[in-house]
């Protein structure tokens, strides 16, 4: 008999067997004739499992789980009935989708002979470079396969973390990933669980980790079946929908079906890391944080499979809880997203200061952010009208806690028209944002394609079959946009294929002079952050930083390896000597060497 995906109950001991896939990892025999179909339904009266077009019934627990033992191989397709309906609706916890998110599921077990990364120990975020890249657009074909086939540019660049967004399974063709429905399936149409496999084998065997972005706030417009089922859903809401129930009554099995989720990828995939979207939006009161609690699990099977797995939270709350120690009080995740790095660097040097960059924009908004981590900490934030934020640590917290970028999926894609900073900012300035990452103390990330100052946008994309939903999506886009000034016949229609398209990086264009004077300046700022110890050091008290306001220039000293940006278009000179490493432009010195003139939008880093 084949019982289930997995036995979980080794990792975390629950009332009931999982439907993960767990099972396959621990040596089930997955060819077995019988399985036991499990669903967690405690709101209807009766429950029945469809499989392979035969109906059979199911026996109720008292804690709410139907189960039913039936003969059925790998690939059978099945889904249940709900009391008199007779219309098969998906798993919740299904593996596979062949046909759709509302069509029945698929049982599906990995197979285990295909892992050739036996010998992989895994990677620690401190010391790594992160690298977010979309599957559908990050190559022409859109594929796990096809991805893996750029894996060797990626090596070149010196990245050590793909951090892949979300690819569980959403209804339609291709969107961002974070309108999904089904978290415990992978799109079909980036190649399915098995080209998930096939990637993150590809990935390890290049040294390269693998971050998986997953969304447990909230779930799409369309194809979601979970209230049938029963209280998966919260009476609350946030940005995108309805919240889920991590705190309310009969939560704890919702709890459950959250964690055993993240538990299947870092498990089942071999996935090294999971990006947690947006958990300011998790609506959680209890004494235990499901995010402390996925941390607890998290640690725990680190130590069964004897390699580091981490989790990396995306939060605007500017809270040093989420990263601090359990014993210090905190929910012990390993890092997360800081976008006031971003906001600090990109007003700095671009200038514009609507909307979230209201605040930042000065060289002394730069300095205190590239030393504190958090610009608002206990700070008055014009943007919300209220103080934000609280104080890092700075002693207790690493900066490798803390990941940041010059761009990423949102600061790209959530702009009117998906322009990437290189269609408003020249070479030199790309340069200068670049090295202040990349010479930082925080764990650096690219968004794809900025390393050769990609000529595509990545622009905000959907494909909702259903006509009303694609309309009320394209007409709230634009409605949106207009609001704040915006032509609303320059906002792309989301829906519209050719948005996707034009979102596809152009990989033609990487060896042209320009797109490759970009790249390499990406790969040495890459290598000096591998070959200098000073600045990978993640201690946040060891960096000092300097700037002159009304010249336009600022330094970041790393323990004498020194970056000095000049963001004003005219040269400027430092009080600052050394050997120069690395630069945009060749900076001059004087004959003692005690002084440097850094041309326009450039920078250079001195020994």
Request: net charge negative; hydrophobic share 35%.
């Amino acid at each position: 008999m084949r019982r289930g995906s997995c036995t979980h109950q080794l990792l975390s001991p629950a009332p009931r067997p999982s439907r993960c896939s767990y099972g396959a990892e621990l040596g089930k025999d997955v060819n077995m004739e019988s399985h036991v179909f499990e669903v967690w339904a405690p709101t209807p009266d009766t429950v029945r499992v469809s499989v392979d077009g035969t109906v059979h019934p199911m026996t109720k627990s008292s804690q709410g789980w139907w189960t039913a033992e039936v003969p059925a191989a790998d690939g059978a397709r099945y889904g249940f009935l709900i009391d008199d309906d007779d219309a098969v609706i998906p798993d919740p916890r299904s593996p596979r989708q062949p046909d759709g998110v509302h069509a029945a599921s698929a049982l599906h077990t990995l197979d285990t002979d295909v892992w050739t990364d036996e010998s992989w120990t895994g990677r620690r975020l401190p010391g790594s470079v992160i690298y977010e890249l979309h599957i559908g657009t990050f190559t022409a074909e859109g594929t796990f396969d096809a991805a893996a086939a750029k894996l060797d540019h990626l090596v070149d660049l010196g990245v050590t973390f793909v951090e892949i967004m979300p690819v569980n399974g959403f209804n339609g063709t291709h969107n961002w990933g974070y309108d999904g429905v089904l978290w415990y399936t992978v799109h079909e149409g980036y190649g399915g669980p098995d080209g998930l496999q096939r990637l993150v084998n590809a990935c390890h065997a290049r040294g390269i980790g693998v971050v998986l972005d997953v969304v447990y706030n909230h779930l799409g417009p369309s194809g979601n079946y979970l209230e049938k089922f029963g209280p998966y859903m919260s009476q609350g809401a946030n940005s995108w929908g309805q919240t889920v129930n991590v705190a309310e009554e009969h939560s704890d099995p919702v709890r459950r079906y959250i964690i055993e989720n993240a538990l299947r990828w870092l498990s089942d995939f071999h996935v090294d890391a999971l990006r947690l979207d947006a958990v300011h939006a998790l609506a959680d009161n209890r004494a235990v944080h499901i995010l402390e609690q996925l941390a607890i699990e998290t640690e725990r099977l680190s130590a069964h499979v004897r390699r580091p797995l981490s989790l990396i939270a995306e939060s605007d709350l500017n809270d040093p809880k989420l990263i601090s120690p359990r014993a210090a009080g905190g929910y012990g995740l390993d890092a997360q997203w800081d976008d006031d790095i971003h906001h600090a660097i990109h007003a700095a040097v671009s200038g514009e200061k609507q909307g979230y960059y209201a605040d930042f924009g000065h060289l002394e908004t730069l300095a205190t952010t590239l030393r504190r981590g958090f610009f608002h900490a206990g700070t008055y934030s014009s943007f919300r009208g209220r103080v934000h934020g609280k104080p890092i640590d700075v002693r207790t917290i690493r900066g490798s806690s803390l990941v940041a970028y010059t761009t990423t999926h949102d600061q790209v894609g959530n702009r009117a028209i998906g322009d990437r900073p290189g269609f408003y900012l020249d070479g030199g300035q790309l340069a200068i944002k670049a090295a202040l990452v990349l010479t930082s103390p925080y764990t650096p990330m690219l968004f794809m394609g900025e390393e050769w100052n990609a000529s595509s946008p990545f622009q905000f994309f959907t494909s909702h079959p259903e006509p009303e939903l694609g309309k009320a999506t394209a007409e709230g886009r634009k409605s949106e946009f207009a609001s704040h000034g915006w032509d609303s016949d320059d906002i792309p229609d989301p829906q519209d294929v050719a948005t996707y398209d034009r979102s596809k990086l152009i990989w033609d264009e990487v060896s042209d002079d320009e797109h490759a004077r970009v790249l390499d300046c990406y790969r040495s700022l890459i290598a000096l952050r591998r070959d200098r110890i000073e600045i990978t050091d993640p201690w946040l008290d060891h960096i000092g930083v300097d700037y002159d306001e009304d010249k336009g220039w600022i330094s970041v000293n790393r323990a004498g390896v020194r970056l000095v940006c000049n963001l004003s278009p005219d040269p400027v000179t430092v009080p600052f000597g050394g050997v120069p490493l690395l630069w945009w432009d060749a900076p001059t010195q004087d004959e003692t060497a005690s002084t440097t003139t850094v041309p326009g939008h450039s920078f250079v880093v001195l020994d």
